[in-house]
């Protein structure tokens, strides 16, 4: 991903964020986070982030997820003998479609971007609006998307260690480099 294609997601976010009436610092909205996982289709598989805190105790970030887009399934592993990473996603703003293991009720309301049907396991659906949540326990396969206005999601977790998460799909990069513009 391109640094100006980082900036303009980030601006977005932003505007998400205000728009649902999260307030980040000058210095918070410097460190949104864009996850494009190495895919190149940020608008579809991606998500943006900004982490409060992340300590070897507990984590809290905001997520931001914007129309459709679709933060693939992937998991938590256990880390140096301890537990994967247990996460509360509350919804804050918008709709947000989670699926994790378990049985499937039916037809989803999200739709899984097109080409990456194969990295899509998982599809008991749990719909989130404003002030309602769910707990991931560790280890669980999960995918998220926002719905048709977009979503904003509190995560609640013990410490996140973005760098071992576990994908389906194997062409995914949790942290890829960003480019300079040309």
Known sequence: MKRSEVKKAQERTAELFARAGIVLTEEERGRIEVAGFGLGRLEEQG???????????????????????????HL???????PGKMETFRCRWGTVYLYVEGERAGEIRAAVPAGSEAWYTVFREIVLGPGEQYTIPPGTKHWFQGGPEGAIVSEFSSTSRDEFDVFTDPSIVRIPVIEEDE
């Open 47 to 73: 998500l943006e982030l900004i982490t409060y805190v992340n300590t070897d105790r507990y984590c809290a970030k905001e997520l931001a997820l914007f129309p459709g887009q679709t933060c693939p399934e």
């Open 76 to 82: 938590h592993p256990p880390v140096n003998g301890e």
